[in-house]
């Protein structure tokens, strides 16, 4: 057990720049159902190195994750440690072969405590071969020791905040002396602070000569961290290199694979009257004070990092959660908003993050999936009216250009883009006036996604007021009239015209003081 | 934010102009829908097991053996239907035997006071009402899981039958009391078997032509997302129970007026063949799917079953076997017909 | 280390017990002597077995419905052997009875985890089919006392140290547990799987072959008791312990197994059975009808679900900071 080791950093002497990759992919291929994920993609990862692997969301990231990991086991392809070509069955065999992934939610168990967590599997036995509990208390506060995490290893893991979370799984690579680790956004949800010692530990991890995968959308802390990169698209690789080589508007363009700005579609906003006004809403845990209002034809973007309560507070607008203050006024009038079926019936309406859970309802037909929210008017006396309903679905497929086979078509077999065409047809057949979008192209490919965009545009220009939860910033910039940042739960800033600039957005997001020439 | 305008009528994003092209409304004709469909499988299992029935006793196809043998599942089958959108919605009522249980009790201590056949229905719809709501009270009220919840219930609702009654029976109800479930009401036809037909219909099209119906299919399937659809769950949930409860009264109003008695250990274990009779029919224990034409099929094929068992003199426990044996059958069938074709086609 | 679970949860109900035994005892002492409380476990015996192989199969997000019918069926099975062969030695009997048990727990198993069918869908059906096989095998006779060698009934009701030997191995079996739970990966991983499915996945768990497992321990203990129970009372017919499934899920929802997977006790497991037990003895003592105890074993059902869900109720996202500091 490494645990008690003290030296995996002198067994492999780290100089960083040992040009014998520790693990190879060579041409992986994955695909699923209609889909192929990852075609013919290589990766190198080298021993103390951070390689960044950078792509847009559903570039493949998360499959070839999930392929070094063991949970899926591609078409075709090698995977090669230490120059021998290994397979990975099942997830223990990559753990037993070195391989750990620390994710972005920390998949780990909450009712377990830090130190079952940390040896699940793996545990230290007695003579008998029974778990010897005592000395996996002792390992696991050696190992968090080690890492500077100041955690009693016998609390159950749901007490901890998520970056205390991070430090287990990462105790928890260590305990299995892991000599490839990979970090799925381990930053996405931390603080300032957190993401500092993120950043000591991956360096620890370096110095002890273990190679690490580094996903992240950050690009200042991939330059800041990385010693070279990897960029996927649309499930294939498009370049790697050192990262000292490259620049990073020439990183981006490589992950977009096109400029960026020609990718949003040109509007000229013209704002008519105010629709929605939100006054100082805010909730016990999740949001503070927030307030702002909203003109027709506008489209109002809510940036932020991921945990900054942009969601919470939008899913307490459309009457899912409660607020515990505050008010809203549509067209001037006080608005009552306990339950979605409210919101909507104010004419507010929330496309979600979480199109497979909160979104599409999958086992549905398509047309049945439109109708949803305007049953009232698809029906009469509480008896639907079929050819109503097919009318209306029709309609507002044909709208936003859905590919699919019929609407009969269970909305569970579409892609990911088509799949939030339905989510924002069936929206649009309530014939709304505001409509919230939170992430509405993650995950999502490049086609949708501009139609997607597109669409925003014609709609903010028909007079619908538009608000858009997004945490990329080429997509707030080119898609929004006015932004609002959200840190911690409050607005920390609302930017226009001029000084709605990628620096104001990234720094006040981040809580980062402006440095004055 | 400065300005405070009049109130003006809202741009209408209506379908106004056409971007894309006009999908079709279905893929496969109705025809071809049936060919693949659940019911069908159903109904091939019905005829063959009436044709084998009718081959293997002379007295198998006479009406009023048949008329007889609908008793052993249209007061099941009256719960089975309210249990298969309760199952379709993603819950369950483990105590619907136990509601039987309760109401009947509760008709028998009445009658004891002196109550007459209107006071007893009264009082049989209520008391499935009132179980009903608690359960659906507990469920939504306070989020709890169905599964668990029922069977406390069951133990419940059942116990406090035992309490009343003890090891005793309550017996003398009114002589037109015994109409429900004895009576005819034309020719071999039984007043329960008309009963069955219509609460089948009412729930079909429930099910499968209301906006409620679509509600419960959309919650099965994703109960978030049909909260953020708008659909008020947790009401539609309590509504289900309800009706679960009301259907229970319903059955046991039958049955107490054709067995003429009630003992504590009415109903005993029904709870298992009502949700047999549901998965049977080809609806989803996960929820989310299923068709009152299918659990009718079922209904059908259960009952005979055991009247064909019957006429063999097979005892009814073995019976049991085979259903337990055909419920795990329907569901495994397909799953290791597709890793069958899934393991040929790779 | 689930020292702070315990607090909650564990603690509440031992007291809730202790309180409800001193009640009794102080209007019927007679009821906390040795030798009753002795007799009360005794009688609870079977339960406390089959709770704790319930448990491990709620902990991996399963339930088991068959136990009672699994209990029936191998309890006729070796009545049967026994009338056959009396000679046969009671060590070969109890591998018999385990082994049957543990077969029928792995049709269970494999139902779940092959073909991927809820697993409450295949113990309503297998309890059906194990409990009609019953009556093929026996005809439904019932098999008597007489029919049965001594050695066979006395097996359980013989005294050791004091107690008689069916409490020695509901014991012997609750020590066991302990350990396979707290202190083998096997026992880890039923918390692991039904705590997070998706994670344990990653972890290299298999879910379908731990649900398995925790299916054929459940079946292997109800095969055990099966023996015990016809060897103690003396009988062996179609009925026996019907509907007994039911009051074994009862005792570990009162125990705080949450129905959802992955939390979960011995000592919570022990004290529902223990729970059920002292109310099912006490009724008689206390001149309550034993009428009333179906009915307080599901209020009780009610009360402890509810419990559970107030206090596992998962906490939103903390995203204020003063909000984190105050909690």
């Known amino acids: ?517 | 934010m400065s300005l405070s305008p009049p109130h003006t009528q809202p741009p209408s994003p209506g379908p106004v102009e056409a971007s894309g092209r006009s999908l079709p409304d279905r893929l496969k004709s109705p025809l071809s829908r049936f060919l693949g469909s659940w019911e069908l499988l159903l109904l091939i299992v019905a005829a063959a097991v009436f044709v084998i029935n009718s081959n293997a006793s002379p007295y198998f196809l006479d009406p009023w053996n048949l008329s007889d043998a609908t008793f052993n599942f249209t007061e099941k089958a009256m719960i089975a239907f309210a249990m298969a959108l309760l199952i379709i919605s993603g819950e369950i009522d483990l105590s619907v035997a136990s509601i039987i249980a309760l109401t009947s009790t509760a008709m028998g201590f009445a009658v004891q006071l002196g109550a007459d056949t209107g006071m007893l229905i009264v009082i049989g719809l209520g008391v499935g009402l009132a179980c009903g709501a608690f359960n659906g009270f507990l469920v939504t009220g306070f989020g709890l899981p169905s599964i668990v919840v029922t069977i406390g219930t069951m133990s419940l609702f059942r116990g406090l039958s035992y309490i009343v009654l003890g090891d005793k029976a309550y017996t003398g109800y009114p002589a037109d009391f015994a109409f429900f479930g004895q009576g005819y009401v034309w020719w071999v036809i039984t007043f329960e078997f008309v009963l069955f037909a219509v609460v089948a219909l009412v729930f079909a099209v429930l099910l499968h032509r209301t906006s409620f119906g679509r509600a419960v299919t959309a919650i099965g399937n994703n109960p978030v997302g049909a909260l953020f659809s708008g659909i008020q769950v947790a009401r539609v949930k309590f509504t289900l129970f309800l009706l679960t409860g009301l259907m229970s009264g319903v059955a046991a109003i039958c049955l107490t007026s054709r067995l003429g008695a009630t003992r504590p250990s009415i109903a005993f274990g029904w709870e298992l063949e009502v949700v047999t009779m549901v998965v049977l029919g080809g609806v989803s224990i996960l929820g989310g799917s299923g068709s009152i034409p299918g659990v009718v099929i079922a209904a059908f094929v259960m009952g005979m079953v055991t009247f064909g068992f019957g006429l063999l003199n097979v005892p009814g426990i073995v019976m049991s076997i085979f259903i337990g044996l055909l419920l795990i059958a329907v569901i495994a069938l397909p799953k290791i017909a597709r890793q069958l074709l899934a393991g040929r086609r790779s | 280390m689930t020292a702070s679970l315990f607090r909650s949860r564990e603690t509440v109900l031992a007291a809730a017990i202790l309180v409800l035994v001193l009640a009794i005892a102080v209007r019927f002492p007679a009821f906390v002597s040795p030798s009753n409380l002795a007799g009360v476990f005794n009688d609870t015996a079977p339960l406390i077995i089959l709770a704790l192989g319930q448990m491990a199969v709620i902990l991996t997000r399963c339930i088991d419905l068959s136990v009672a019918a699994n209990l029936a069926l191998t309890g006729m099975i070796v009545a049967m052997l026994n009338m056959v062969m009396p000679e046969l030695p009671i060590a070969a009997i109890l591998l018999i009875a385990v082994s049957l048990g543990a077969l029928m727990g792995l049709i269970n198993g494999l139902l779940v985890w092959k073909f991927e069918i809820p697993p409450i869908v295949v113990t309503l059906g297998t309890m059906t089919i194990y409990r009609g096989l019953i009556f093929l095998i026996s005809d439904g006779q019932w098999i008597n006392a007489h029919e049965m060698s001594d050695a066979f009934k006395a097996f359980p009701r013989g005294i050791v140290l004091g107690l008689p030997v069916l409490s020695w191995i509901a014991i012997v079996v609750t020590g066991l547990f302990m350990v396979l739970i707290g202190r083998t990966s096997l026992g880890r991983a039923f918390f692991a799987v039904g705590g997070n499915p998706h994670a344990a996945v990653y972890t290299g768990i298999d879910v379908g072959r731990t649900q398995c497992a925790a299916f054929v321990l459940s079946g292997a203990l109800a095969g055990l008791t099966g023996y015990l129970w016809v060897a103690r009372y003396a009988v062996a017919y179609v009925d026996i312990a019907g509907g007994f499934e039911l009051e074994v899920v009862a005792a570990c929802v009162i125990g705080g197994i949450s129905i959802a997977g992955g939390i979960g006790s011995v000592a919570g497991a022990l004290l529902g059975a223990l729970f059920l037990g002292i109310v099912k003895n006490a009724l008689p003592v206390i001149n309550i009808s034993p009428f009333w105890q179906l009915a307080i074993s599901g209020t009780a059902i009610i009360i402890a679900v509810a419990f559970n869900a107030t206090s596992n109720r998962t906490k939103g996202r903390v995203i204020l900071k003063k909000a984190e500091h105050a909690s």
């Open chain 1, 1 to 517: 057990m490494l645990a008690t080791t003290q030296g995996i950093g002198d067994a492999h002497p780290t100089t960083a720049g040992s040009d014998r990759p520790l693990l190879s992919l060579r041409g992986i291929s994955k695909s699923f159902p209609g889909v192929k994920a990852l075609s013919d993609v290589a990766l190198d990862l080298y021993p103390g190195q951070v390689t960044a692997l950078v792509g847009e969301n559903g570039a493949g990231k998360s499959t070839i994750v999930k392929v070094l990991t063991g949970i899926y086991q591609p078409e075709e392809g090698e995977i090669v440690i230490d120059g021998k070509p290994v397979r990975f069955a099942t997830a223990q065999d990559a753990g037993t072969a070195g391989v750990t992934a620390i994710h972005q939610e920390t998949v780990l168990f909450d009712d377990l405590s830090v130190a079952e967590n940390i040896f699940i599997g793996h545990a230290p036995r007695t003579r008998f071969g029974l778990i010897d509990r005592a000395a996996v208390i002792r390992e696991a506060e050696n190992l968090l020791e080690r890492i500077g995490a100041r955690i009693d290893p016998n609390v159950t893991l749901k007490e901890l905040g998520i970056a205390s979370k991070h430090l287990v799984a990462i105790a928890r690579a260590l305990s299995i002396d892991a000599r490839i680790v990979i970090m799925d956004e381990p930053t996405a949800s931390l603080s300032h602070k957190e993401i500092e010692e993120t950043y000591e530990l991956v360096e620890q991890l370096k110095a002890e000569g273990r190679a690490i995968l580094f996903i992240s959308h950050k690009f200042d802390e991939i330059f800041r961290i990385a010693d070279r990169y990897t960029v996927f698209r649309d499930g294939q690789k498009v370049g790697d290199g050192k990262i000292d080589d490259i620049s990073e508007q020439d990183l981006v363009t490589m992950m977009v694979g096109r400029s960026v700005d020609q990718v949003f579609p040109q509007r000229t906003s013209n704002p008519g009257n105010e629709v929605l006004k939100v006054v100082g809403y805010s909730h016990p845990t999740e949001f503070e004070d927030i307030g702002f209002s909203l003109r027709e034809g506008e489209i109002l973007g809510f940036y932020g990092l991921v945990g900054a309560g942009r969601s919470e507070f939008m899913q307490a607008l459309f009457g899912v959660t409660k607020p515990s203050k505050g008010a809203v006024r549509i067209d001037d009038r006080i608005a009552v908003i306990r339950t979605p079926n409210e919101a909507i019936g104010h004419g507010i309406v929330y496309v979600p993050e979480d199109r497979g859970k909160q979104g599409a309802i999958k086992g549905l037909p398509i047309f049945q999936n439109v109708s949803l929210p305007s049953l009232g008017t698809t029906s009469k006396n509480g008896f639907i009216r079929l050819a109503e309903e097919f009318t209306l679905a029709r309609d507002y497929t044909r709208r936003l250009d859905l590919r699919a086979a019929a609407l009969d078509q269970d909305i569970g077999e579409l892609s990911g883009g088509n799949q939030q065409k339905v989510v924002i047809a069936k929206w649009l057949a309530t014939q709304p006036r505001v409509i919230i979008l939170d992430e509405p192209t993650k995950g999502i490919d490049i086609g949708s996604k501009a139609a997607v965009h597109e669409f925003m545009a014609e709609l903010a220009a028909q007079g619908l007021a538009v608000i858009m939860v997004s945490s990329e910033i080429p997509e707030i910039l080119g898609m929004s009239d006015r932004v609002i940042v959200m840190r911690e739960g409050r607005i920390a800033g609302e930017f226009e015209g001029d000084a709605l600039t990628p620096e104001h957005l990234v720094r006040t997001a981040a809580g980062i003081e402006e440095t004055k020439p």
